[in-house]
């Protein structure tokens, strides 16, 4: 059986329009640092562990030496949100041409929604995506900030990119065979 599956594409245009989240709760401790050694394997958990369960399949079948190229490229980042050591969700960036940098993936595992940990930790991707030429010298300076995200994301993704100043840029409705969900595991929530 077939599902319509909406998917809007977003994006800011300048450093101003991002409008960071506020810290995570004082309760929180919280840290958002670089998986600076490419590493297919924790990639991969991350990858399942916060897209299990809101059908994120196009990554599902590439072996390990597709991860490792994918990784090493200049300017791929992965930023990862830890709360007190254990990880709660991840960004990745990819830097495209023209100064484009796009939000391949960005998400919690669903143990950590819903507790204000999203807006930090996209805000902060946001953050480094507009300075990834400070980092990467030669690429050109970032112009363009996108990502895109559908009606099988998390409930309150949307409203996530919409509160940190991106603005829709293309709508698209398409038919989609339904799936099981993979993972991490079945009845995992």
């Not at 916060?50 to 072996?63: E, F, K, M, S, T």
């Not at 994918?70 to 007190?84: D, F, I, Q, S």
């Not at 990880?87 to 950590?112: C, K, M, N, R, T």
Request: net charge negative; charged share 25%.
């Amino acid at each position: 059986m077939n599902i319509p599956v909406t998917t809007w594409s977003l994006e800011q245009t300048s450093p101003a329009d991002l409008r960071p989240a506020a810290g995570p709760a004082g309760d929180l401790d919280l840290t958002v640092v670089r998986a600076e050694v490419p590493s297919p394997e924790f990639s991969r958990f991350l990858y399942t562990a916060v897209g299990g369960d809101i059908h994120w399949l196009d990554r599902l079948a590439w072996p390990y030496a597709r991860w490792q190229e994918y990784l090493a490229r200049p300017g791929v980042e992965t930023w990862v949100a830890y709360e007190k050591g254990t990880p709660a969700g991840y960004v990745e960036l990819e830097p495209q041409d023209e100064g484009a940098v796009e939000i391949v993936y960005f998400g919690l595992i669903p143990s950590f929604r819903g507790r204000r940990i999203g807006g930090h930790l996209l805000s902060a991707g946001i953050a480094r995506a507009w300075d990834l030429a400070d980092r990467w010298p030669e690429r050109p300076a970032t112009k363009r900030v996108w990502l895109h995200t559908c009606s099988l994301d998390g409930e309150h993704a949307m409203d996530n990119y919409l509160r940190r100043g991106f603005r829709l840029f293309d709508t698209k409705v398409e038919e989609q065979a339904e799936v099981a969900t993979p993972g991490p595991w079945a009845g995992a929530h």
